[in-house]
């Protein structure tokens, strides 16, 4: 069974920078798209960014421009960086398949504040 784990998140005052991480067993990075979600504290969990097997990524409207989500070369790991956070970026940040169709993990709180 696909196990994710999400690192990297932290508390970071507005305007910050963070980087998450997400680790899977077996090699679903590489062909699978894969996604960032967040789902912040009373709020549905939502999308936040896509990366596909041919390297095309989307972001929700809210990030773009701010955040960036990537693999590295050997396409074991996804990152999400994030740029210029803002407090309404507080969430706990999950990555998943495009679908959410592996088991989700325990995510990494985000919180941004001063």
């Known amino acids: 069974q696909v196990q994710l784990v999400e690192s990297g998140g932290g508390l970071v005052q507005p305007g910050g920078s963070l980087r998450l991480s997400c680790g899977a067993s077996g090699t679903i990075f590489r062909f699978n798209a894969m996604a960032w979600y967040r789902q912040a504290s009373g709020y549905q969990r939502e999308l936040v960014a896509a990366?596909?097997?041919?390297?095309?990524?989307d972001y929700v409207d809210s990030v773009k421009g701010r955040f960036t989500i990537s693999t590295d070369s050997t396409k074991t790991r996804l990152w999400l960086q994030m740029n210029s956070l803002k407090p309404e970026d507080t969430a706990v940040y999950y990555c998943n398949g495009l679908s959410g169709q592996y088991p989700w993990g325990q995510g990494t709180q985000v919180t941004v504040s001063s």
């Open positions: 990366i596909r097997v041919g390297g095309s990524k």
